[in-house]
């Protein structure tokens, strides 16, 4: 049985979506831990632990989700993804287990809190930081002969991936502070909003400078990007992504709220956008399409029936737990 074209996309699409979920709601609780070292011993860093100590270990669901299903719909991509990223995937997995249980032992051990704190910054810098790389390493290429991955160990260390993965940092970085912005007060949200102003520099300036280099990655990412008519489309991300970014500067200055986190979000929905711009409909650019890379149209079918059932589900579950703990967070939990 033939692949059907649009069962395809719209796997390729669901894939996509549980990748960008995962991103902007694990990665303000990754970007909190990044800030733990700038936060005060105690009171501050207690606050930020409570600020998100309800929803962290839910918003990895999505995690889960993004990973099982492009085994799932899309096993060849898959089976060479995984082999040419394994040290950075399991430095991730490293980084994610450290800081679930520093987030846990923190709590219970007073005489060490210090080494758990630690345990939370460096497991969150790690996994953040992989995250990046293994996206920097999917976009620069990888290898493949005869359906399986041909090159080496360390193909993915590259001045690129490294660029990728300092992008991810930074962008993680503004979530989590302008997280706190929201959900704080008093001296750790006025902290919030300074290292919010400074995240989004970094955050800005590292996006164009990935946005740069990925036109002198491949010939493909030059026609989609500076090509007519592409480029009447294509230009239209930079432009929205530069409106947006003088909005949320102008917001962190008028010291508003709820703002900056969602327009934090509308940056990483923007930089979802130019990626799908850059590689559709390769999963693998310049070696496989996501139709080249899917699983038979019988299994997307019975998956896509699970989906349905799941994905409302979890969206529904997740929307009720942020309504419970709406508000402003103090020293002993949320108001």
């Known amino acids: 049985m033939s692949v059907n074209f649009d069962l395809t996309a719209i796997w390729a699409f669901i894939i996509a979506f549980a990748v960008f979920a995962y991103v902007v709601m694990d990665g303000f609780d990754l970007g909190i831990g990044i800030l733990f070292p700038t936060l005060t011993v105690g009171h501050g860093r207690n606050r ?17 989700m993004g990973g099982g299903g492009l085994l799932a719909a899309f096993p060849l991509a898959y089976s060479v993804i995984l082999p040419a990223t394994y040290p950075l995937i399991i430095a991730m997995l490293l980084g994610l287990v450290f800081r679930g249980v520093a987030f846990e032992f923190r709590l219970r051990d007073e005489r060490h809190r210090a080494l758990w704190d630690a345990g939370f910054f460096g497991g969150s810098l790690v996994a953040a930081l992989s995250q990046g790389m293994v996206l920097g390493a999917i976009l620069q290429g990888i290898a493949v002969e005869n359906r399986h991955y041909a090159g080496s160990w360390w193909d993915w260390l590259t001045p690129y991936t490294l660029l990728t993965g300092l ?14 912005i929201w959900k704080t007060q008093d001296d750790l949200q006025a902290k919030a ?32 990007w500076l090509e007519m008519p592409n ?29 900056p986190f969602m327009l934090s979000l509308t940056l990483f929905l923007l930089g979802m956008a130019g990626l799908g711009v850059t590689i559709w409909p390769y999963v693998l ?31 529904g579950y997740t929307a009720w737990s942020y309504w419970v703990f709406r508000g402003k967070v103090g020293d002993e939990g949320y108001h």
């Open 167 to 180: 992008g991810v940092v930074a962008g993680y970085t503004l979530l989590g502070a302008c997280w706190l």
């Open 193 to 224: 909003y300074r290292i919010a102003t400074r995240a989004g520099i970094a955050t800005l300036v590292l996006m164009g400078a990935v946005s740069a280099y990925n036109l002198a990655l491949l010939p493909q990412y030059r026609e989609r």
């Open 48 to 64: 930020a632990m409570n600020s998100i100590a309800p929803v962290w270990d839910g918003n990895e669901t999505w995690l889960v």
């Open 231 to 259: 480029i009447l489309f294509a230009s239209q991300v930079p432009l929205l992504t530069a409106i947006i970014a003088v909005w949320l500067f102008r917001a962190i200055r008028k010291r508003r709220q709820l703002a």
């Open 285 to 315: 650019p310049g070696q496989l399409t996501i139709w080249d890379a899917a699983a038979p149209e019988r299994s997307q079918v019975f998956m896509l029936i699970g989906a349905a059932i799941t994905i409302p589900l979890i969206l």
